[in-house]
């Protein structure tokens, strides 16, 4: 499975998403969109607004959370085929 992470240092909700990547040993590409302007014209180009982060799983773009909700769990563990236990 190849997963990048479309992030900024700043961002809260992406060190969420980054922690939970790591929590259950996923690989990931971060991607920082402060640091690569391009990048976060890709963003735009692909979900219509600028939110981060953004995860590209296998070349399909998923916004891991909701505001007022957070990460967005259950998704999170049905795109990644990650078993609860």
Request: glycine fraction near 6%; charge should be neutral.
């Amino acid at each position: 499975m190849n997963v990048q992470v479309y992030m900024a240092e700043w961002c809260r909700d992406c060190r969420a998403a980054k922690q939970f990547l790591d929590r259950h040993g996923i690989p990931y590409t971060e991607i920082d969109v402060d640091a690569n302007p391009s990048a976060s014209e890709e963003v735009v180009r692909h979900m219509g607004k600028r939110a981060i982060p953004q995860l590209v799983i296998d070349g399909e773009w998923f916004q891991p959370y909701a505001p007022g909700r957070g990460l967005l769990l259950d998704e999170l563990y049905r795109r990644l085929r990650i078993t609860r236990s």
